[in-house]
């Protein structure tokens, strides 16, 4: 396996299936089969799932909120995904552990670094949920913090399209996809990968990127192998 540890990050809007809002019990079963395949090699796994599907589902009805209270709002939505997880991972005898930066211990544990990596380095799938637990930060700079605390070795950015292109490919059809790209040229050419903090937190940490279609079966276990799966981002840039 090319990967020892890996943060793997979760868009909540991925757990919505074909719904408008809320979590598709399809999607919890795939990705927690997918998680477990890579498991079952010996990868130590933790996860960033973030909150759209819930949050902007409540959006949607025209509620107004200010930043913060939203912010907050958002944090829940991503422990409520999290438990959600936890539960279809459990269901297929997945150790897991959900570690929350809002504390709320009648569901889950305090995030804590040292007892994090101890889950970790046991077998047991770590979720984060709650964000940094401050308002402001989004759930991608949650999980380039948590990656770089618990010393992993990439974060794996599931999305519904195969890499980073050179332009939107759902509305480019001339668009072309990069197979390695890096830091440096990402900011140069101004895609939108990761929310600027996020990134600035991955470049000045070496922490590599790995952008792929998580929908795509079996993109995950490749991914981990080392497979060419998606587009990597990196220190060196070297475009085949």
């Not at 408008?20 to 933790?46: H, P, R, W």
């Not at 539960?87 to 007892?115: C, H």
């Not at 990656?147 to 292109?165: F, M, N, P, S």
């Amino acid at each position: 396996m090319k990967y020892k540890r890996i943060l793997l990050k979760l868009s909540g809007e991925s757990l919505m299936g074909d719904g408008k809002y809320g979590i598709d019990s399809k999607m919890l079963t795939k990705y927690s089969t997918e998680i477990n395949e890579i498991i079952e090699q010996g990868i130590e796994v933790a996860i960033v799932i973030g909150g759209g599907n819930i949050y902007r589902g409540i959006q949607s009805e025209g509620a107004g909120f200010d930043r913060v209270q939203g912010d907050f709002m958002g944090m829940l939505a991503t422990i409520i995904n999290g438990m959600a997880l936890q539960s279809a991972l459990e269901s297929i005898n997945v150790q897991t552990r959900l570690l929350t930066a809002i504390r709320m211990e009648q569901v889950a544990e305090p995030y804590i670094r040292r007892k994090a990596m101890r889950h970790l380095q046991k077998g047991r799938v770590v979720i984060f949920g709650g964000g940094t637990g401050n308002p402001y930060f989004t759930t991608d700079t949650a999980a380039t913090l948590r990656a770089i605390e618990v010393e992993a070795d990439v974060i794996l950015k599931g999305t519904r399209v195969d890499g980073i292109y050179t332009a939107d490919p759902e509305k480019d059809p001339t668009a072309t996809k990069y197979e390695t790209i890096s830091f440096d040229e990402v900011f140069q050419k101004k895609l939108n990968i990761m929310d600027l903090t996020a990134f600035t937190l991955c470049q000045e940490n070496n922490l590599p990127i790995k952008v792929f279609n998580m929908n795509e079966k079996g993109n995950l276990i490749k991914v981990c192998k080392g497979e060419n799966v998606g587009t990597l981002v990196n220190f060196e840039f070297k475009e085949k």
